[in-house]
């Protein structure tokens, strides 16, 4: 039967058959009822539910301070100030590019003409102060200690843009000194040890040239600086973003002063900063990848769900010949294409996997064309949409398709395995924690590797069991309780029921991933961001998905009982 054959109506998936041994333990919580919030989440913010970015809040103090909830924005950077003086997640890498853009907003606000004075202005030169400090001493300059730099979307342009603009005002200090910043009048701030602007030059001659740029390179186009204003081949979408991101099209409308009041790139941003009261995210609209993923996570683990048509349809109508994008403003890529259609097969509406094929290299598969580096998770997922394709649709396949479609997957498959770290676990460019990479490629290695991976499973189960903090969670900087998800969907998804072991540990997370469910916001972000973008942000209804699929599983097969 062909996907045009079935049925439109919602798709309802049965919970999962288990038999359970385990003594009884508290009961937990309404899971259906959760899965059935998320879902109607998804319908009502179509946009899709993300945290605040300390780096997109910051680029629109500058580049829009005429936009609503400026002085909320402002407030925002001072608030999420490290005691240390830094923004962002413990490690200098992840610190590098908030911490350059909050810097570069207050100084911004210290030196624009008309700004603010008095007791407002003194704390801002205060919180400036020790950044710059900060900054100097642990991030940038020769003197600056090595340290690595996370694999973050244009983090090679961002920080050179940045520190263009921190020095800019650095020299305007001179003209109009401020007390408090005195002693950083006229000095400079220079690139990391081992980094330059000589890409973000490039970059910038060829916009100024006309010539088309990269579609990905729009949703980092504020590092153009003023050349990104107006671009003449860049136009809103009919959302009104560009490139999904709240800076570039704060920088593609250029002025300081606010455009027409029907303009459609003023009211995405309008929309946008609306949601959190004024700090915005990286990367919104994230319609396709946040629905994706919420589906996906909630149907592999067998949580009884009714899926309205319309979002089986969200998924479907995007697809094209190079796949899909996360949303409007993005380019089509491997990653959510094949993740739109690993959901579809679960949800028994299977689509043919044919638009993975132009991501195909001669060992695996690339996120996008002209990708630098590889991902994983990428390569994970795109296991799993042939996989799932194949196990969904079984003898409905051609030959010379089933044949094509397994020889991918076996690609994938075999790449996953030679990546594989010689602890047994996975980390990859689009996640900050190893637990999940090592729970993406894991799961879909057991699910779809054969007995090649086999191996390779249980190093990474044994790698989890052996990681697992005294508390019962898991955590690269502390136990959360979406990294803890990840685990146990690793230890229950992958192996037998009989492993004692895993059992234990699985039950010993439980408290974590309870807690996990206790704010009724998908958007609040009490734990740390860990998803790569130009920052690091926390989708919040995915995140959520991986906490209440984890908590199915562990009641299904008894760990929780």
Same mark, same amino acid.
């Given at each position: ?29 309404? $899971? ?8 109607? @989440? ?21 580049? %829009? ?11 925002? $950077? ?16 992840? %610190? ?17 003409? @008309?700004?603010? &004075?008095?007791? /407002? ?21 020769? !003197? ?8 973050? =979307? ?16 650095? &020299? ?13 009048? /006229?000095?400079? $701030? ?5 980094? &330059? ?19 990905? $390179? ?26 999904? !991101?709240?800076?570039?099209?704060? %920088? ?6 606010? =455009? ?61 010949? +190079? ?55 990428? *390569? ?6 042939? @996989? ?6 079984? *003898? ?39 637990? #999940? ?11 779809? /590797? ?19 903090? %005294?508390?019962? !969670? ?49 958007? +609040? &972000? ?10 690091? #942000?926390? =989708? ?9 699929? +984890?908590?199915?599983?562990?009641? @299904? ?5």
């Amino acid at each position: 039967m062909s996907v045009d054959d079935r049925p439109i109506a919602g798709t309802t998936l049965p919970p999962p058959r288990h038999e359970t041994t385990c003594p009884p333990h508290e009961p937990d919580p309404d $899971l259906p009822r959760a899965a059935a919030r998320l879902i109607d @989440g998804l319908t009502e913010h179509p946009w899709g539910r993300t945290s605040p970015s300390v780096y997109e809040t910051g680029r629109l103090v500058t580049l %829009a301070p005429w936009l609503s909830g400026h002085e909320r924005r402002v407030s925002y $950077l001072l608030e999420r100030q490290r005691p240390d003086g830094m923004w962002g997640a413990p490690e200098p890498g992840y %610190a590098l590019v908030p911490t350059l853009s909050a810097t570069e907003a207050l100084l911004k606000v210290i030196t624009r003409e @008309g700004g603010v &004075d008095g007791a /407002g202005r003194d704390r801002l030169a205060r919180a400036a102060a020790l950044a710059l400090g900060a900054a100097a001493a642990r991030l940038c300059g020769p !003197s600056a200690p090595a340290f690595a730099l996370p694999d973050l =979307p244009a983090i090679e342009l961002i920080t050179p843009a940045l520190l263009e603009g921190i020095n800019a005002s650095l &020299d305007r200090l001179r003209d109009a000194p401020v007390p408090g910043l005195g002693a950083w009048a /006229g000095r400079r $701030l220079d690139p990391p040890p081992g980094m &330059d602007g000589t890409k973000l030059g490039l970059v910038r001659a060829l916009l100024v040239s006309g010539a088309p740029a990269p579609q990905k $390179l729009m949703h980092a186009l504020e590092v153009a600086g003023p050349a990104a204003a107006g671009l003449p081949h860049a136009r809103p979408e009919p959302t009104g973003t560009i490139g999904a !991101s709240p800076a570039a099209t704060a %920088a593609w409308l250029g002025a300081e002063t606010p =455009p027409e009041p029907g303009d459609p790139a003023r009211w995405f941003l309008e929309t946008v900063v609306a949601r959190h009261g004024g700090p915005v995210p990286c990367g919104i609209p994230l319609t396709v990848f946040e629905r994706g993923w919420v589906l996906a996570w909630l149907a592999r683990a067998g949580v009884p769900l009714t899926v309205p048509p319309e979002l089986v349809l969200s998924l479907t109508a995007p697809l094209g010949p +190079a796949g899909t994008a996360a949303a409007a403003g993005l380019p089509s890529d491997a990653d959510t294409t094949a993740g739109a259609l690993y959901a579809l097969a679960l949800l028994d509406a299977p689509c043919r996997p044919d638009s993975l094929l132009p991501y195909e290299t001669a060992t695996h598969f690339c996120t996008w064309q002209g990708e630098d580096g590889a991902s994983i998770t990428t *390569n994970a997922h795109v296991l799993e949409a042939f @996989g799932q394709y194949l196990a969904t649709m079984r *003898n409905r396949v051609g030959a010379a398709s089933a044949e094509r479609y397994a020889a991918a997957a076996a690609k994938a498959a075999s790449w996953l395995c030679e990546q594989q770290r010689k602890d047994g676990g996975w980390e990859d460019r689009w996640h900050a924690s190893p637990y #999940y990479a090592t729970a993406c490629a894991a799961i879909a290695l057991a699910a779809f /590797g054969g007995e090649r991976s086999a191996a390779a499973v249980a190093a990474a189960r044994r790698w989890v069991l052996a990681t697992q903090r %005294a508390d019962g !969670s898991w955590g690269r900087w502390e136990g959360t309780a979406e990294e803890t998800a990840y685990a146990v969907q690793l230890l229950l998804l992958t192996g037998s029921g009989s492993d004692a072991a895993a059992a234990a540990a699985a039950a010993r997370a439980r408290p974590h991933l309870l807690r996990g469910l206790t704010s009724a916001d998908e958007q +609040a &972000d009490e734990e740390p961001a860990l998803w790569h973008d130009k920052d690091l #942000y926390r =989708p919040g209804a995915i995140v959520r998905a991986g906490i209440v699929a +984890a908590l199915h599983l562990g009641r @299904g097969s008894g760990v929780f009982r």
